[in-house]
Every structure is written in structure tokens, then in C-alpha cells.
């Protein structure tokens, strides 16, 4: 009797993983078939000379870098590393857009000329028209008075009336930072200076300054802890008057 | 499980890993590099395991997958090197090696890394044909198969060795 084995009995007799009656009828079949029994002998050769050039290969060299239980504190390491790195990243892109946000605040802010509304202001008001003020001033004493009503140590208007210039009415505004006032002056010609006073910005009290809107220059500064400015006509002459106004202001 | 049983399981297979690795790579360090890498995964996936009794398998199975993706990056990695008209970075046997094969390890890298992978588990790890068949996830019948495939290529893979250089000779 001589049943061809299958390739699984085949493989199995190589590796010797038959049991002892299937073990010997593949022999039986092999020495019938002298090829096919070389192949397989040779194959056996094939996987001892493996075994053998593997034998001892994993332990020539211990490596405690393999060793489970430092792999594990490693992993934990990276983790926490990784944890802090990404908290690091978080962190400088919450601080990148935070700080970006307040640049380009600071930038808009440095970028626009300060007592924009001290010319607004002018503008609109300056043309002396009536019932435009919250209160008109007979007397210069009046005016100081009013002011001192309405805000706590604020520089008062200057008196102009030795320059040819007497105060016609003040006017409260509402500004982002609280409450300003402007107290137009005319001359006889008609000629208008206005002075601003308001409470100082977020970015505190302005240095001395000038700008330049059209025809229209303001000079400013801050004074008492208020911000001011006088704004008229851009004219050399009017230009003496402003600054003797400054300097009265102190 | 706590984490000491767990790493003495995975110490007590280090040693037919390493094995493995060094058969399947044949550079020391590489084969180490492997292994490290396979152990990672095998803690970081140990929740995972589908079959908690059969740790073997899972982790050649880890092993293998880890080498093949190597090998397909590497793979990648020198085409952009070629593309680029790099040198050095050889994937096939040179002609000198195949002329200096001569035991059955350097027999055995000439083969696919499947081929490769079938005959170290069987014949030196002694895997069971049913553990080559779930690290494989091929049915039985297949692995027999290809095992024998595998043994054909080994054989004509050795008996290469003396042909190469008389051939070479008579050139």
C-alpha cells in the first residue's frame, strides 16, 4: 500500500510533527519514491544547518535596552514628554495669538494720530452757532467754574482775551475714555481756536505733539493728568497764539 | 495583569524574537531595533490582544509587520534617494554576495520576507503550522503550501552557491 501523503503530511514529516503510524507510511511512501525522499532529506539538512547558524544567535549579547520594563518607563517618559511638548505648543500659540492680537492693537493705535476727536470736535463746533453749547460763558470766571462742576482738577481754559480771543461756550462730548469738553474762542475776525480737554487714553497721558489734518493743526500734551489740545487754522500767527495758550496752561 | 507579570511574559520571548529578527534582518543591531519597537507596540496595544493565551504569535505577528513597514519605507525612502541620482543604497544581493553565500542564513535572505518569515518560525522556532496560519491570517492548507514553496526556494537558493561561480568563470 502506497497512499500518497499530502503536502501537509509532507511539511509535517520534515519537521517531524507526525505521529507515529502517519510518520511511518510517509517513509513507506518515500522509499518508494527516491526524488521526492531526497527533496525532503534535504530540506530537513536545510532547516538543521538554520537551526544551527541560529543557535545562540539571541544571547551572544545581553541588551538591556530590550528589557520590558525599561521600554515601559521610556514609553511613559515620551508621554510626559510628548503632554509637556504639546502644552508647549498650546502655550506659545495662545501667547503667538494673544500677543499678535495686542500688536496689532498697539500697531492700529500707534498708526492713528492721537485727539482725532479734539479735531472732530472743531469741526462740528467751531462755527459758533447757537444753542451748539452746553453753556455759554459771559464771564471768564464762569467758565472756570463750570469746568470745576463738571471735572475733578481738569486744567481750565486758558484766557486768550490779552491775544484778542474770548471764550464763547463750552461743550461736553462723550468719548471711549469718559467725558471731554472743548471751549470755543473767536476772535473779531471770526477766527476760531478751540481747546480740548479729556481724560488720558489706555495708553496714558500724551507727550507733547503736534498734527497736522488739512488746513487745521492741533498742538497737544497732557497736563494735571488730562490730555489736551488746541486746534485752530494753520497759520503762523494762530501757531504764537496756541503756544502761548501752552505755556499758560502750566 | 500587573505590569511584572506582563514584562516577565514578554522577557521570557525575547530571546526567539531577537532570534527572529536577526534571521529576518541579519544585522544585530537592526534586529534589536526591531525588537525594541515590537515590544513598544506589543505594551502599548497589550489591551488589545484578541487571544490572551497565544502571545507568541501576536508578537511575531507585531515583529513581521514591523519589519515589512520598515522595509516599504526604506523602500520609498531610496526611490526618492534615486530619483534624486543618489548612490549607495542597494536593495538586491550585489553579484559579490551572492558569490560569497555560502551557509544557509545567507541562502535565506536571498528569499521574499514571507519565505523568509515561514521557514524561521517553523523550522527554528518551532511554531505550530495553526500559529504560522493566525500570524499570517491565511487558512492552513495555505501555509503547508506555501511553506513548501519556501523550502523549494531555500534548496534552489543553496545549490545556487555552486553555480555562481562556475558560471561566472566560464565567462
Do not use: C
Not at chain 2, 495555505?142 to 552557491?161: D, I, N, P, Y
Amino acid at each position: 500500500m502506497s497512499m500518497t501523503p499530502s503536502e501537509y503530511e509532507i511539511q509535517a514529516y520534515v519537521d517531524g510533527r507526525l505521529d507515529e503510524t502517519r510518520q511511518q507510511a510517509v517513509e513507506f511512501y518515500l522509499a518508494q519514491h527516491p526524488e521526492r525522499a531526497a527533496e525532503v532529506r534535504a530540506w530537513q539538512r536545510d532547516a538543521q544547518q538554520l537551526r544551527a547558524e541560529l543557535s545562540g544567535e539571541p544571547n551572544l549579547v545581553i541588551n538591556s535596552a530590550l528589557d520590558p520594563a525599561r521600554i515601559r518607563a521610556r514609553r511613559q517618559g515620551q508621554a510626559r514628554t510628548r503632554w509637556a511638548a504639546a502644552a508647549m505648543v498650546l502655550l506659545s500659540v495662545s501667547t503667538g495669538v494673544f500677543a499678535g492680537w495686542q500688536a496689532r492693537g498697539w500697531r492700529s493705535a500707534a498708526l492713528q494720530p492721537p485727539m482725532a476727536d479734539a479735531i472732530q470736535a472743531y469741526r462740528m463746533f467751531s462755527h459758533n452757532k447757537a444753542g451748539q453749547f452746553d453753556f455759554v460763558s459771559q464771564h471768564y470766571g464762569d467758565l472756570q467754574a463750570w469746568m470745576d462742576a463738571h471735572f475733578v482738577a481738569a486744567p481750565n481754559p486758558p484766557d486768550l482775551a490779552s491775544m484778542g480771543f474770548h471764550a464763547v461756550g463750552v461743550r461736553l462730548i462723550a468719548t471711549a475714555d469718559g467725558p471731554a469738553a472743548m471751549v470755543l474762542y473767536v476772535n473779531a475776525r471770526g477766527e476760531a481756536i478751540t481747546f480740548y480737554v479729556r481724560p488720558p487714553s489706555f495708553r496714558g497721558t500724551l507727550p507733547l505733539g503736534r498734527r497736522r489734518d488739512g488746513d487745521l493743526v492741533t498742538e497737544y500734551g497732557s497736563v494735571h493728568g488730562y490730555d489736551y489740545a488746541f486746534v485752530s487754522r494753520s497759520d503762523p500767527r494762530m501757531l504764537r497764539l496756541v503756544h502761548r495758550a501752552m505755556r499758560s496752561l502750566t | 495583569m500587573t505590569q511584572h507579570v506582563i514584562d516577565d511574559e514578554l522577557r521570557e520571548h525575547l530571546p526567539r524574537l531577537r532570534r527572529f529578527a536577526y534571521g529576518l534582518t541579519r544585522d544585530r543591531e537592526g534586529a534589536d531595533d526591531l525588537v525594541q519597537s515590537t515590544l513598544e507596540r506589543a505594551l502599548s496595544r497589550w489591551g488589545t490582544r484578541r487571544d490572551a493565551a497565544a502571545l507568541k504569535p501576536w508578537l511575531f505577528s507585531i515583529l513581521y509587520r514591523n519589519f515589512l513597514n520598515d522595509r516599504r519605507r526604506s523602500r520609498r525612502y531610496a526611490f526618492v534617494l534615486e530619483r534624486f541620482h543618489a548612490t549607495g543604497f542597494e536593495d538586491h544581493p550585489s553579484a559579490e554576495r551572492e558569490v560569497a553565500a555560502q551557509t544557509a542564513l545567507e541562502a535565506l535572505e536571498r528569499l521574499p520576507a514571507e519565505q523568509r518569515s515561514l521557514l524561521l518560525w517553523v523550522s527554528v522556532e518551532g511554531l505550530s503550522y495553526q500559529e504560522v496560519a493566525q500570524i499570517l491570517d491565511i487558512p492552513l492548507g495555505t501555509v503547508m503550501s506555501r511553506l513548501s514553496r519556501a523550502r523549494q526556494a531555500l534548496r534552489r537558493s543553496l545549490e545556487g552557491e555552486i553555480r555562481t561561480p562556475t558560471l561566472r568563470v566560464l565567462k
